[in-house]
């Protein structure tokens, strides 16, 4: 099998956010080439990853670059998944933006919101198929850079710009635990490719927990959650949908990467990932009640969604360690099927929230 359409679909959209960041000064044709880019870019990657997820098929790629290390990308049926929910989502998010953002006087800052909101779709869709270390970090460190710059396209408030940095601090200590992960893994393997021969139980456990704190502080697990309020109420409404949405799923499936690499057998994987769920489940309830700004109950609300497909993902560990398949199958599902179902719902929610706020002003 192989992936052109998945890059035709990557360059359409990143070539998108360059077009409209060029035409800055006509406003309405910068924001029509920005839509049109991306929105067409989602539609080719969309029915790519579906067409790959009805026939089971795996498609792999490969480049090398600075004649010593490669960027490898596969698309298996996990990626596939989360692929379609990105690209559903941004493709809804691309085509709200054109009457959302309607501020001619921020012409240029507008052309840049576009030329990023591209850049974090197409490194969203490339972390999820990423296949080897190298090519996984770089592409995960443009989605933090690119979601940094979207949070903080209103600068000239205080408090944007503090959510802002919030974020990029968490997003880099949450980097650093994946390094420390990928670290373990190489060090016992040599190689960047995602393998776990020759790891030890005590690694594998090290590198799962390193792993687990690094990419729940992207998903908003509690206690990693402290920037996530702060930082999606900050951005623009439609990006405030893809971050909630899609860009948190990101740490989800890292989870499931890490898990299904490390080949982990264990129960203790499937009961931490259980607690924290639980844990955090509770407490995001607890934590939106609270809220009287509209758009901080929705990100509190994405904590408790996160946690409920932590949920699902733990019991379907737990499922694999008992040797129950049935048990196994509906913890998967569930998790998965919540993925899906908290991206639309919750983009729908925030857009949602985003008239509200265009037409009170409040």
Same mark, same amino acid.
């Given at each position: 099998?192989?992936?052109?359409?998945?890059?035709?679909?990557?360059?359409?959209?990143?070539?998108?956010?360059?077009?409209?960041?060029?035409?800055?000064?006509?406003?309405?044709?910068?924001? +029509?080439?920005?839509?049109? &880019? @991306?929105?067409? /870019?989602?539609?080719?990657?969309?029915?790519?990853?579906?067409?790959? =997820? $009805? *026939?089971?098929?795996?498609?792999?790629?490969?480049?090398?670059?600075?004649?010593?290390?490669?960027?490898?990308?596969?698309?298996?049926?996990?990626?596939?998944?989360?692929?379609?929910?990105?690209?559903?989502?941004?493709?809804?998010?691309?085509?709200?933006?054109?009457?959302?953002?309607?501020?001619?006087?921020?012409?240029?800052?507008?052309?840049?919101?576009?030329?990023?909101?591209?850049?974090?779709?197409?490194?969203?869709?490339?972390?999820?198929?990423?296949?080897?270390?190298?090519?996984?970090?770089?592409?995960?460190?443009?989605?933090?850079?690119?979601?940094?710059?979207?949070?903080?396209?209103?600068?000239?408030?205080?408090?944007?710009?503090?959510?802002?940095?919030?974020?990029?601090?968490?997003?880099?200590?949450?980097?650093?635990? +994946?390094?420390?992960?990928? &670290? @373990?893994?190489? /060090?016992?393997?040599?190689?960047?490719?995602?393998?776990?021969?020759? =790891? $030890? *139980?005590?690694?594998?456990?090290?590198?799962?927990?390193?792993?687990?704190?690094?990419?729940?502080?992207?998903?908003?697990?509690?206690?990693?959650?402290?920037?996530?309020?702060?930082?999606?109420?900050?951005?623009?409404?439609?990006?405030?949908?893809?971050?909630?949405?899609?860009?948190?799923?990101?740490?989800?499936?890292?989870?499931?990467?890490?898990?299904?690499?490390?080949?982990?057998?264990?129960?203790?994987?499937?009961?931490?990932?259980?607690?924290?769920?639980?844990?955090?489940?509770?407490?995001?309830?607890?934590?939106?009640?609270?809220?009287?700004?509209?758009?901080?109950?929705?990100?509190?609300?994405?904590?408790?969604?996160?946690?409920?497909?932590?949920?699902?993902?733990?019991?379907?560990?737990?499922?694999?360690?008992?040797?129950?398949?049935?048990?196994?199958?509906?913890?998967?599902?569930?998790?998965?099927?919540?993925?899906?179902?908290?991206?639309?719902?919750?983009?729908?929610?925030?857009?949602?929230?985003?008239?509200?706020?265009?037409?009170?002003?409040?």
């Amino acid at each position: 099998e192989h992936m052109n359409l998945f890059f035709l679909s990557i360059l359409t959209i990143a070539s998108g956010g360059l077009l409209s960041l060029l035409s800055f000064r006509q406003f309405n044709l910068m924001k +029509i080439l920005g839509v049109l &880019g @991306i929105s067409a /870019g989602c539609c080719i990657g969309m029915l790519d990853a579906l067409s790959k =997820l $009805s *026939h089971d098929a795996v498609a792999s790629a490969s480049f090398a670059y600075l004649n010593t290390l490669s960027l490898a990308f596969k698309i298996d049926g996990l990626a596939a998944f989360f692929l379609m929910a990105i690209f559903a989502v941004c493709l809804l998010a691309a085509i709200y933006s054109f009457h959302y953002m309607q501020d001619t006087e921020k012409a240029l800052r507008t052309a840049t919101s576009y030329f990023f909101f591209s850049l974090l779709v197409a490194s969203m869709a490339l972390v999820v198929t990423a296949d080897n270390m190298l090519t996984f970090l770089l592409s995960w460190e443009l989605m933090s850079l690119s979601s940094f710059f979207l949070v903080i396209y209103d600068y000239q408030t205080p408090e944007n710009r503090k959510a802002g940095y919030l974020y990029f601090i968490f997003s880099h200590v949450g980097v650093m635990f +994946i390094f420390a992960s990928f &670290g @373990i893994l190489y /060090g016992h393997s040599g190689s960047f490719g995602f393998d776990s021969a020759g =790891l $030890s *139980h005590t690694a594998k456990m090290l590198a799962f927990i390193f792993a687990f704190i690094g990419f729940g502080s992207k998903a908003g697990v509690f206690p990693f959650h402290v920037w996530l309020p702060h930082a999606h109420p900050a951005a623009p409404s439609h990006i405030s949908a893809v971050m909630s949405g899609v860009m948190i799923k990101t740490g989800i499936y890292g989870i499931l990467r890490i898990y299904s690499i490390l080949n982990l057998h264990t129960p203790a994987v499937g009961t931490m990932v259980l607690i924290f769920g639980m844990v955090s489940g509770v407490l995001g309830v607890v934590y939106a009640l609270g809220q009287h700004d509209i758009k901080r109950l929705l990100a509190y609300h994405s904590v408790e969604n996160i946690e409920i497909i932590l949920i699902g993902i733990g019991i379907g560990m737990i499922g694999v360690e008992a040797g129950n398949p049935i048990m196994a199958v509906l913890g998967f599902c569930g998790g998965l099927l919540h993925v899906l179902n908290h991206s639309i719902f919750k983009s729908l929610l925030f857009m949602g929230a985003g008239m509200v706020l265009h037409k009170t002003g409040t």
